[in-house]
């Protein structure tokens, strides 16, 4: 491995750990509070899951109620 490789190797290290560190950065000062976004973040994916759930349901009650009506 030359030395172009390596130091290439170790930036693209750098950058995919640097998330990870970030978020560890404002854990440990205490600049997020954390629970508060995984609260919000819950009650926004079941929000999503509803209004894309609904539609879904709707359809399934219509052929429920066609298939039960006489022919």
């Known amino acids: ?7 290439q190797d170790t ?4 950058a995919k750990a640097a998330p990870a560190v ?10 997020v509070d954390w629970s508060a976004v995984a609260y919000m973040l819950t009650a926004l994916y079941m929000a ?9 349901y709707r359809q399934m009650l219509r052929n429920w109620r066609s298939k039960g009506e006489p022919q």
Do not use: D
């Not at 930036?11 to 750098?14: E, R, S």
């Not at 970030?22 to 600049?31: D, E, N, S």
């Open 11 to 14: 930036a693209i290290a750098a």
């Open 48 to 56: 999503l899951q509803i209004v894309l759930l609904v539609p879904k």
């Open 22 to 31: 970030a978020v560890a950065a404002t854990g440990a000062t205490g600049a």
């Open 1 to 7: 491995m030359n030395m172009s490789q390596a130091a």
